[in-house]
């Protein structure tokens, strides 16, 4: 049985939340679809560089994880989350800022 799903726009909310709660900076840089979109979350290290994180299945846990999609400098992030957003008109960007690379998406609850 599939697990139930948040809406996206709860599960945005909550992710905000618990990262203000750490202390780290956050930005909704682009709206989705409020019930289903996707969400990537692009992490700045404050150095030019970033990592870009994608919620996928993983077929052998038969579970939603949070995979590292691109890491590199943050002009090219930058360009995969356009060239994505072409693509998917539903899709979610946030991004957060932390020179440690800390996202708290390993966290129960956010999987």
Not at 69 to 95: H, N, Y
């Amino acid at each position: 049985m599939a697990e139930p799903r948040l809406a996206t726009h709860v599960w945005v909310g909550a992710y905000l939340a618990r990262l203000g709660q750490a202390g780290i900076p956050a930005y909704v840089l682009r709206r989705g679809d409020a019930t289903a979109g996707s969400v990537l979350v692009k992490c700045a290290t404050l150095d030019g560089q970033a990592v870009l994180w994608r919620h996928e299945w993983n077929l052998d846990s038969d579970r939603r994880e949070w995979v590292r999609a691109a890491t590199g400098a943050e002009a090219q992030i930058d360009t995969a989350i356009a060239r994505e957003a072409r693509f998917d008109p539903d899709l979610w960007v946030i991004e957060l800022e932390s020179r440690e690379g800390v996202t708290l998406l390993d966290q129960p609850g956010l999987e």
